[in-house]
């Protein structure tokens, strides 16, 4: 049966959703999800580019792809990109059609730098880089606890901030503070800690309107940010709980960060346990995290509270902007 492609708009975001979230079950998106990524690229001060295309069979959704620039590690010339088949529908070139297209467009746009990627058990994807001209830049795991499994008792002790720290969330942070001052205490400490988080490019500063966008997250619990605070008000360190678009049984980690000048003091730890402790609260059987494979203090910490890395994302790049381009 034809396939045809074309441009994708809001109209379409159930659409391409629901293609993301088959051809990725581990990360599902909702029509809520994509439209809030979206506009946060089309709002974004550094006007970042944005292409979506989608691919159509006998008037059903099979394929998409897109390609944008990530404002968090943002250069003129860099693009991700992305061509995702729903498994019913692989095999048919759908996905080499989609690339071209994709291709054509970077060309078009004088792209020197592409990232794109796939799970290591997906053979085909994989190949499919590699022809392209991809190599292997960073293996990112989804690291997983169950809760079911998670024991709080021997952890009592390291569950307890330092003296002269407090354990608060965001809404309570707020109510001492004042709303403005709360959220740039938590954008201070999240803007720093991110900067040591391994990417395949130099961290973009992120800006406080920018970083506020994030409460409008259709995931995003404002009671699921936990802070360490001092006695001034600063945040020493954090974590972020987020609900999952398709799994009410699953809660996601954002970041979890510890200011460079407050590491190795037990930090990460307590907040984790307290992170813990609300997912069970909640109900949660899960408790999902993203972790670069390189990144050795943050899997010390997971794989000690009994996180089970799962298959690696592997992340792929093609010219290298940060290695002079090519
Ligand atoms: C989904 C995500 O958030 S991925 C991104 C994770 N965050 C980052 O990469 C941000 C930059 N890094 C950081 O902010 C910090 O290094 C963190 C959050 C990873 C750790 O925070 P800290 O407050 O320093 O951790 P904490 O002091 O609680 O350490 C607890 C345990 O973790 C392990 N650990 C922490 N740092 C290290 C390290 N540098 N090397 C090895 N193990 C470490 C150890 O087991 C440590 O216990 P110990 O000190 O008794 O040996």
């Known amino acids: 049966m034809t396939v045809t492609l074309r441009e994708a708009g809001e109209a379409d975001y159930p659409a391409v959703a629901a293609v993301m979230s088959a051809a990725n079950p581990r990360h599902a998106w909702t029509a809520e999800t994509l439209a809030h990524e979206t506009q946060g690229l089309l709002d974004h001060p550094l ?12 008037g059903q959704a099979v394929g998409a792809a897109l390609t944008y620039q990530l404002p968090g590690m943002f250069h003129p010339d860099r693009y991700q990109a992305e061509v995702m088949v729903v498994p019913q529908a692989e095999g048919q070139g759908i996905g080499s059609m989609l690339a071209d297209a994709l291709e054509a467009h970077l060309e078009s746009r004088g792209a020197r730098e592409v990232l794109a990627g796939t799970y290591e058990d997906h053979p085909r994807g994989l190949a499919f880089l590699a022809r392209r001209g991809f190599t292997e830049a960073l293996r990112v795991f989804d690291n997983v606890l169950d809760l079911g499994e998670f024991d709080p008792a021997p952890w009592a002790e390291q569950a307890r901030l330092p003296d002269g720290l407090r354990l608060l969330s965001l809404p309570e942070l707020m109510a ?12 201070a400490a999240y803007a ?9 490019g130099e961290a973009t500063p992120l800006l406080y309107g920018v970083f506020r966008q994030r409460e409008e997250h259709p995931g995003f619990l404002p009671g ?3 802070l360490a605070v001092t006695d001034a008000g600063e945040v020493a360190a954090l974590t972020e709980l987020y609900g ?9 980690t954002g970041l979890t960060g510890t200011r460079r000048a407050w590491r190795r003091q037990g930090l990460g730890l307590a ?7 609300l997912a069970r609260q909640r109900g949660a059987r899960s408790l999902w995290t993203g972790n670069a494979s390189t990144n050795v203090p943050m899997l010390a910490l997971n ?6 890395p799962q298959l690696a994302w592997i992340e792929m790049r093609r010219g290298n902007l940060a290695g002079g381009g090519v």
């Open 47 to 58: 006007r970042p580019h944005l292409f979506q295309l989608l691919a159509e069979q006998g």
């Open 176 to 187: 001492e503070r004042g709303e403005d001052a709360a959220w740039r205490a938590y954008h």
């Open 192 to 200: 720093e800690a991110r900067e040591d988080v391994p990417r395949t």
């Open 224 to 226: 699921g940010v936990l």
């Open 244 to 252: 999952d678009a398709a799994d009410p049984g699953r809660l996601n």
């Open 271 to 277: 907040l984790k346990l307290a992170a813990l402790d």
């Open 303 to 308: 794989e000690r509270l009994g996180f089970r």
